[in-house]
């Protein structure tokens, strides 16, 4: 069964400084890889996804992730984080099948002024 | 407005009541889910339907129903036999199965 990893539970980021967000997935072929984001009370927000092709995929709010297969992996990155991109990040899969879309467990990202 | 609208955003409800979650997209969208939420669990698949008149118990199903009698509605029924109903619980759709999924704006239900 595919399983995806968030290693890190919680992220303390400076204002301005770069963000990575660890996903690492577990599949057999190649999978279909989603960021979400999700704000307080809210529902989950598609930031980029990869289907195929080029391995660095933009997204919106300034987000690329990329996809490496020999790592299992599919990081999230930002050059310069803002304060209003503090929220709850999501990595998923989807490796066909009957298994649909698996999520991480999150990462927490939180913006020091 | 193209989207997935779930009504209630906040719902109470008394212990060995029944109680009925609405999902609503307007997306024409195949494929609908729902998931639970619980602090540091992250998603959990509770019910997803593929096409209407068809759906599929997902990894938290007990204590659980739902009914896809129509393409753009998928109610989800949380029953007095979930032991532990309060949650945040969200909506999805996808256009087909296995795609990017789409989420509602969520319900919270507190058991008082």
């Known amino acids: 069964a595919q399983s995806v990893t968030q290693p890190d539970i919680h992220i303390t980021v400076s204002e301005g400084a770069s963000l990575e967000l660890r996903c690492n997935y577990s599949?057999?072929?190649?999978?279909?890889l989603f960021w979400y984001v999700q704000s307080p009370g809210q529902g989950l927000q598609l930031l980029l996804k990869?289907?195929?092709?080029?391995?660095l995929v933009q997204g919106i709010k300034g987000f690329e992730a990329e996809f490496k297969r020999s790592q299992s992996s599919f990081n999230l990155r930002k050059p310069s984080v803002h304060w209003s991109d503090a929220a709850e990040y999501f990595c998923?899969?989807?490796?066909?099948?009957?298994?649909?879309?698996?999520f991480g467990k999150g990462t927490h990202l939180i913006i020091q002024p | 407005d193209g989207g997935i609208t779930q009504s209630p955003k906040y719902l109470f409800r008394k212990e060995g009541q029944n109680v009925t979650l609405s999902c609503e997209q307007n997306?024409?969208?195949?494929?609908m889910y729902w998931y639970r939420q619980d602090p540091g669990q992250g998603l959990r698949l509770i019910y997803y339907?593929?096409?209407?008149?068809?759906?599929q118990k997902g990894d938290i199903a007990e204590g659980y129903s739902v009914s896809r009698e129509k393409k753009e509605s998928f109610p989800l029924t949380v029953t007095s036999a979930q032991k532990n109903p309060t949650a945040f619980y969200l909506c999805?759709?996808?256009?087909?199965?296995?795609?990017?999924?789409?989420f509602g704006q969520g319900t919270r239900l507190t058991v008082v």
């Open positions: 990869y289907f195929s092709g080029d391995t």
């Open positions: 997306l024409n969208h195949d494929a």
């Open positions: 999805a759709s996808s256009a087909t199965w296995n795609t990017e999924a789409f």
């Open positions: 339907s593929q096409i209407v008149n068809d759906f």
């Open positions: 599949y057999g072929a190649t999978p279909y």
């Open positions: 998923a899969v989807a490796g066909g099948g009957a298994d649909g879309l698996t």
